[in-house]
């Protein structure tokens, strides 16, 4: 996996002559992986605790389709959005050259 490359924060408004650039995407956010066995798998059931490959506070990643775009840290929203969680972006990856 390619390390995202920081970026310094930027106050560039996003060029609104592409038309692509007000198309939405899907990020995704992992939080960690779990490698269970089978067996265990199976055996699984409500309220099971399964272990991931982390730990609370380690950084999470942000990813489009296959690509890590970022990391950061989970945080919980406050005020009208309290208790909706969201993330705090801590690295950036270089995303002028594209996403190819």
Known sequence: MTEPATAPPTSAKPDLSNPFSTVPIEI???VGKARPL???LLKLGKDAVLPLDRRVDD???LYIGERLIARGQLEEMEGDQAGQLAVRLTEV???QDGLG
Request: hydrophobic share 50%.
């Open 59 to 61: 950084a999470v990643e």
């Open 28 to 30: 995704t956010i992992s």
């Open 38 to 40: 089978i067996r265990d």
């Open 93 to 95: 990856a270089n995303l």
